[in-house]
């Protein structure tokens, strides 16, 4: 187990150099699934190592359920500082598995509220509220229906800022959120920060890539980047977002600047890894480096304590 177990806390920041890179070198929907992926492996390796350093501290406890040779001392050798390591990590883990459960309880909640407010309305793809705030986002698809594959949600003050054709790239746009799945990478990001606040930073980046990916579609179904690029601007100076940082929206939080940018810009190349001799590559091969290192780190701590748990234990 050795210091191994430690790897998978800090390897995190082998992935902060390709976030800013993969957005601006990569096509949306490339970076969006390489960051969620990063970021997913990332927050589940050192999830884990935490509760490797858990099962260590808590065995050293007076009262703990464990067997009592879980508390033998050539299991607290497998772990350096176990004292302090283990004990620290079991607080440590308290505070990700909270983290974690409350973003996942406020996303199912959301969920549920937003389709409760559907209820009684026609059984459309598009849902519009009547509602003096401007808002538009895409919900998720439960049983039943047009349900089934996800209701794209607008309000008529959104509506009413926008004219034929913006209205057109905003249904095309939130379709894109949906077709995508992108609830599940944003879910993903936003759980991976809670994890690990070392990759807080890549929950950003993913939430504007997904925004960039849905932007993209959108423009290319409407065919005006032009079109595009002023629908965004103008729901975002009217907008208040979406009910939760785990839904895609039309004109959620972030750089609406630099999305207006890219969309009065070239269309992205359409590469899912940069070239090694750049920049970007190389960040590239960093965090991938880094996300191979954390999933072999974290497997060899865990092989190492489940033999010297089986070892210390008897049948």
């Not at 389709?115 to 439960?142: C, E, I, N, R, T």
């Not at 004219?163 to 759980?191: K, S, T």
């Amino acid at each position: 187990m050795g210091v191994f177990v430690f790897l998978p806390l800090v390897l995190p920041l082998t992935a902060l150099p390709i976030v800013r890179l993969a957005e601006q070198h990569l096509h949306p929907r490339a970076a969006t699934r390489l960051l969620s992926f990063v970021g997913g492996v990332l927050a589940l390796c050192s999830t884990l190592c935490l509760g490797l350093l858990v099962v260590v501290g808590t065995a050293q406890l007076p009262g703990n359920p464990l067997p009592d040779g879980w508390s033998d001392p050539e299991v607290r050798a497998a772990v350096p500082y176990d004292e302090v390591a283990g004990k620290a990590a079991i607080g440590a883990l308290a505070v990700v598995a909270t983290g974690c459960v409350a973003t996942l309880v406020r996303h199912v909640t959301v969920r549920r509220r937003a389709q409760a407010a559907l209820v009684g309305m026609p059984d459309s793809p598009v849902a519009v509220l009547p509602d003096g705030k401007a808002y538009a986002y895409a919900l998720p698809g439960g049983p039943g229906g047009c349900r089934a594959r996800g209701r794209i949600v607008v309000s008529t003050a959104m509506l009413d800022c926008l004219n034929a054709r913006e209205r057109q790239a905003l249904i095309a746009h939130e379709q894109a959120h949906l077709a995508g799945r992108h609830h599940r990478y944003l879910l993903v990001a936003q759980l991976a920060a809670r994890a690990n606040p070392l990759l807080h930073a890549l929950r950003g980046a993913v939430a504007y890539c997904a925004e960039r990916w849905a932007d993209e579609e959108a423009a290319g179904e409407v065919g005006d980047r032009r079109v595009m690029a002023r629908a965004v601007g103008k729901a975002a100076l009217v907008s208040r977002g979406t009910p939760a940082p785990t839904l895609a929206g039309f004109a959620a939080p972030g750089p609406v600047p630099r999305r207006v940018a890219a969309l009065l810009g070239p269309v992205p190349p359409a590469r899912w890894w940069p070239p090694a001799a750049t920049a970007a590559g190389l960040a590239a091969w960093i965090a991938a480096a880094g996300t191979a290192a954390s999933a072999l780190s974290s497997a060899n701590a865990a092989v190492a304590l489940f033999l010297v748990l089986q070892a210390a234990t008897p049948l």
